[in-house]
């Protein structure tokens, strides 16, 4: 029979609806069980395209003696990590507190008020790995629970007293932090950059795009010789991720990480996450250079992203798995099966073009993959594509034709397992590289596809109070969090700024407004992960770092400074300047865990720019100006437009300046400004330049 979790949206859920385990969602219920039958709470954390997620499932959830011991002794919680960020975030704490690391899946026992008390990640279902088995810590567990659940119960308690004290603000305070602090940031980055092969530190290597966000913008006020380098550390970064294993040179898009310092091996899966802020790197690198390996790449995404992650009402899809059956209608399964080729594969499918293809994409006759960056076995003999030497003008056709001849081969394998589910925060990523990318590259059907994800988001995730968290084929129960709020009004600012239509402005500042409502922390600066009014999570925590995704705190700063410049409000900057005042230590102490807080500040030491163009929408000579506009790198600078519609009403309301701008002798002319102190207007697109 099927448990709980039968009744759930979540794929990752879903996935373990049939196991004989006991399992609960996340809800009341479950701590109700708890609490009556006296019995601790297994908490089980992961998502759908996780590895090793799968690899417990099928030693210990599928397995009847395993849950046999689970069900007797246990209340037993799957949560999927990415509908229940602020779970994870909390949880995850405790297991890197008390273990050293951290990962997935996650499992942590908790007391029936859901206060940790032991925890770790993966465990194998008997001891080995040097490791104890999953059964040997569930009967040990269940044996001190029996038999010292007092001591448990008064550690837990300290334990969620001590996660408490850990994120208490510092009332009050300055900001202090500087251009001193960006530079120290900037030598931060340096510090660890790898010249060889790019990226910073060894492997296994993370694609980081917060740290490019940074040192792009920061390079524009460097000085000479560290704007430069900055430049450097971000291109050839860019360049060998593009060319390497991490790339999927057949499909477009990037895989999530490379086990190896070289970007190589990948770890497989595809995340909705990487594709957008990837997208975004990729163009701000074409702004700055004019070259057109980086605006193929941002282009070669979107077309992936459109074609195997969107929903054809609008959403995007959340993730491809890593694993995938080596063949239909077998059992066996492995991570990396759909990518990767044998030579005699290669040789069978290209024929005369297989040694042009494989000096350039580096296959080999015994495989390609070195076994150090193959510890479990998975590619002896197998060919992992990586771009080894420019393409030739001549051979651009002759190597387009293998590529072509593969996909379609490729296609006809067992896909990876697709996460259908669409969650708002990443939804709200990829709207920012559509429309970013669209207007950047003069192209509206990505606009349009950043319209239509706006839209579909509108009807479905969005009732005109609440923004709520994830949809599968209808709207899952669960209210949104602050990285939903702050990444959706990312994408809504972007998309007003690509399109100039009004209603997306209006959007944004009515969820600024819900965000500050729900999460803000006007004490200690930031956002709570978490509304005040979940029973279920003991500790309201924030996201203090920038990793694979950028925290609500750093991307909602820079939102605030764009309302500020937008609207000409000062109340929305002396907001932002509240948020950087609260992460001042962490910019002083660690500038290097915070690179977009790093390109907040950056922002907030710089005079707020205007480009306002004075013109009716969609007509040529808008167009124009605006796309002249856009192809300078200027992420210092928002781009607005005084129409005499709703948006320079809306404008308008906030700013005389805007109120008083008009074409000139009927054209549109544009308006470059500091802080709304404009520029004689300009008509000629060929003369949009403003100096950094």
Same mark, same amino acid.
Not at 182 to 203: E, H, K, N, V
Not at 208 to 231: E, G, H
Not at 308 to 314: I, K, M, N, V
Not at 507 to 536: H, K
């Given at each position: 029979?099927?448990?709980?979790?039968?009744?759930?949206?979540?794929?990752?859920?879903?996935?373990?609806?049939?196991?004989?385990?006991?399992?609960?969602?996340?809800?009341?219920?479950?701590?109700?069980?708890?609490?009556?039958?006296?019995?601790?709470?297994?908490?089980?954390?992961?998502?759908?395209?996780?590895?090793?997620?799968?690899?417990?499932?099928?030693?210990?959830?599928?397995?009847?003696?395993?849950?046999?011991?689970?069900?007797?002794?246990?209340?037993?919680?799957?949560?999927?990590?990415?509908?229940?960020?602020?779970?994870?975030?909390?949880?995850?704490?405790?297991?890197?507190?008390?273990?050293?690391?951290?990962?997935?899946?996650?499992?942590?026992?908790?007391?029936?008020?859901?206060?940790?008390?032991?925890?770790?990640?993966?465990?194998?279902?008997?001891?080995?790995?040097?490791?104890?088995?999953?059964?040997?810590?569930?009967?040990?567990?269940?044996?001190?629970?029996?038999?010292?659940?007092?001591?448990?119960?008064?550690?837990?308690?300290?334990?969620?007293?001590?996660?408490?004290?850990?994120?208490?603000?510092?009332?009050?305070?300055?900001?202090?932090?500087?251009?001193?602090?960006?530079?120290?940031?900037?030598?931060?980055?340096?510090?660890?950059?790898?010249?060889?092969?790019?990226?910073?530190?060894?492997?296994?290597?993370?694609?980081?795009?917060?740290?490019?966000?940074?040192?792009?913008?920061?390079?524009?006020?460097?000085?000479?010789?560290?704007?430069?380098?900055?430049?450097?550390?971000?291109?050839?970064?860019?360049?060998?991720?593009?060319?390497?294993?991490?790339?999927?040179?057949?499909?477009?898009?990037?895989?999530?990480?490379?086990?190896?310092?070289?970007?190589?091996?990948?770890?497989?899966?595809?995340?909705?996450?990487?594709?957008?802020?990837?997208?975004?790197?990729?163009?701000?690198?074409?702004?700055?250079?004019?070259?057109?390996?980086?605006?193929?790449?941002?282009?070669?995404?979107?077309?992936?992203?459109?074609?195997?992650?969107?929903?054809?009402?609008?959403?995007?899809?959340?993730?491809?798995?890593?694993?995938?059956?080596?063949?239909?209608?077998?059992?066996?399964?492995?991570?990396?099966?759909?990518?990767?080729?044998?030579?005699?594969?290669?040789?069978?499918?290209?024929?005369?073009?297989?040694?042009?293809?494989?000096?350039?994409?580096?296959?080999?006759?015994?495989?390609?993959?070195?076994?150090?960056?193959?510890?479990?076995?998975?590619?002896?003999?197998?060919?992992?594509?990586?771009?080894?030497?420019?393409?030739?003008?001549?051979?651009?056709?002759?190597?387009?034709?293998?590529?072509?001849?593969?996909?379609?081969?490729?296609?006809?394998?067992?896909?990876?397992?697709?996460?259908?589910?669409?969650?708002?925060?990443?939804?709200?990523?990829?709207?920012?590289?559509?429309? *970013?990318?669209? $207007?950047?590259?003069? =192209?509206? %059907?990505?606009? +349009? &596809? #950043? @319209?239509?994800?706006?839209?579909?988001?509108?009807?479905?995730?969005?009732?005109?109070?609440?923004?709520?968290?994830?949809?599968?084929?209808?709207?899952?129960?669960?209210?949104?969090?602050?990285?939903?709020?702050?990444?959706?009004?990312?994408?809504?600012?972007?998309?007003?700024?690509?399109?100039?239509?009004?209603?997306?402005?209006?959007?944004?500042?009515?969820?600024?407004?819900?965000?500050?409502?729900?999460?803000?922390?006007?004490?200690?600066?930031?956002?709570?992960?978490?509304?005040?009014?979940?029973?279920?999570?003991?500790?309201?925590?924030?996201?203090?770092?920038?990793?694979?995704?950028?925290?609500?705190?750093?991307?909602?700063?820079?939102?605030?400074? *764009?309302?500020? $410049?937008?609207?000409? =409000?000062? %109340?929305?900057? +002396? &907001? #932002? @300047?509240?948020?950087?005042?609260?992460?001042?230590?962490?910019?002083?102490?660690?500038?290097?865990?915070?690179?977009?807080?790093?390109?907040?500040?950056?922002?907030?030491?710089?005079?707020?720019?205007?480009?306002?163009?004075?013109?009716?929408?969609?007509?040529?000579?808008?167009?124009?100006?605006?796309?002249?506009?856009?192809?300078?790198?200027?992420?210092?600078?928002?781009?607005?437009?005084?129409?005499?519609?709703?948006?320079?009403?809306?404008?308008?309301?906030?700013?005389?300046?805007?109120?008083?701008?008009?074409?000139?002798?009927?054209?549109?002319?544009?308006?470059?400004?500091?802080?709304?102190?404009?520029?004689?207007?300009?008509?000629?697109?060929?003369?949009?330049?403003?100096?950094?």
């Amino acid at each position: 029979m099927p448990n709980l979790l039968a009744s759930t949206t979540s794929p990752y859920l879903l996935q373990h609806a049939d196991n004989p385990v006991a399992w609960h969602p996340w809800d009341t219920d479950a701590f109700a069980r708890a609490k009556s039958e006296g019995k601790p709470v297994f908490l089980s954390i992961g998502y759908s395209t996780c590895h090793w997620c799968h690899v417990m499932a099928h030693e210990s959830f599928e397995n009847p003696d395993v849950a046999a011991v689970l069900n007797e002794y246990f209340v037993s919680i799957k949560v999927d990590r990415e509908e229940r960020p602020d779970v994870d975030r909390l949880y995850m704490a405790f297991v890197q507190a008390t273990t050293g690391s951290g990962g997935w899946p996650m499992s942590v026992w908790l007391t029936p008020d859901g206060a940790p008390f032991f925890g770790g990640t993966y465990f194998p279902p008997t001891d080995r790995y040097g490791r104890p088995g999953f059964v040997t810590v569930l009967e040990r567990i269940a044996e001190l629970w029996a038999t010292e659940r007092p001591g448990i119960l008064h550690q837990a308690a300290g334990v969620i007293a001590s996660l408490r004290e850990t994120i208490q603000p510092s009332v009050g305070g300055t900001l202090t932090a500087d251009d001193a602090v960006l530079r120290a940031g900037f030598d931060a980055f340096a510090a660890s950059y790898d010249p060889m092969f790019g990226g910073f530190g060894g492997g296994p290597k993370f694609p980081r795009p917060s740290i490019f966000n940074f040192l792009l913008a920061w390079s524009l006020r460097a000085p000479a010789d560290a704007a430069d380098k900055a430049r450097e550390m971000t291109f050839q970064t860019l360049r060998h991720m593009a060319s390497g294993g991490l790339y999927d040179h057949l499909g477009g898009g990037f895989h999530r990480y490379s086990v190896d310092g070289e970007w190589h091996v990948p770890h497989f899966e595809k995340m909705l996450y990487d594709q957008a802020q990837l997208v975004n790197s990729y163009v701000d690198a074409w702004q700055i250079t004019g070259d057109e390996f980086f605006a193929t790449v941002a282009r070669e995404t979107l077309a992936y992203v459109t074609s195997d992650l969107s929903h054809p009402a609008g959403g995007f899809y959340s993730a491809e798995d890593a694993d995938s059956l080596v063949a239909a209608g077998r059992p066996e399964h492995g991570e990396g099966v759909f990518y990767v080729w044998s030579f005699e594969e290669l040789s069978a499918l290209l024929g005369d073009d297989t040694a042009l293809f494989a000096q350039h994409y580096g296959a080999e006759p015994g495989g390609n993959v070195d076994p150090t960056a193959d510890p479990h076995g998975e590619f002896p003999g197998k060919n992992i594509l990586t771009q080894r030497l420019p393409i030739r003008p001549e051979d651009s056709e002759r190597l387009a034709h293998c590529r072509r001849v593969l996909f379609a081969v490729r296609e006809q394998r067992p896909r990876p397992h697709l996460d259908d589910k669409v969650l708002t925060a990443w939804n709200g990523l990829m709207i920012s590289a559509f429309a *970013r990318a669209g $207007a950047v590259l003069g =192209d509206d %059907t990505l606009i +349009d &596809r #950043a @319209r239509s994800a706006a839209e579909f988001l509108h009807a479905e995730l969005w009732d005109g109070t609440t923004l709520y968290r994830s949809w599968r084929g209808t709207r899952a129960p669960i209210a949104g969090f602050a990285e939903d709020y702050a990444f959706l009004i990312q994408g809504l600012l972007d998309l007003y700024e690509a399109d100039f239509d009004s209603k997306n402005l209006t959007w944004a500042l009515e969820l600024q407004t819900r965000q500050d409502a729900l999460f803000a922390d006007p004490d200690g600066g930031g956002y709570f992960g978490s509304a005040a009014d979940d029973p279920l999570v003991p500790v309201r925590t924030k996201d203090d770092h920038d990793g694979a995704e950028p925290s609500a705190s750093s991307i909602s700063v820079r939102n605030l400074l *764009r309302l500020a $410049a937008m609207m000409h =409000d000062e %109340t929305f900057a +002396d &907001r #932002a @300047r509240g948020i950087l005042v609260g992460f001042d230590s962490i910019l002083r102490r660690v500038p290097g865990a915070v690179p977009q807080m790093l390109a907040a500040l950056d922002l907030a030491l710089t005079p707020p720019r205007q480009a306002v163009i004075a013109g009716a929408r969609g007509t040529t000579d808008t167009r124009d100006l605006a796309a002249h506009a856009r192809r300078e790198y200027q992420p210092h600078q928002v781009l607005l437009l005084a129409d005499s519609g709703p948006g320079q009403s809306l404008l308008s309301r906030h700013s005389d300046a805007v109120a008083s701008m008009t074409p000139v002798n009927g054209r549109a002319a544009l308006y470059l400004c500091e802080n709304f102190t404009c520029s004689a207007p300009i008509t000629n697109p060929q003369t949009v330049s403003r100096p950094e």
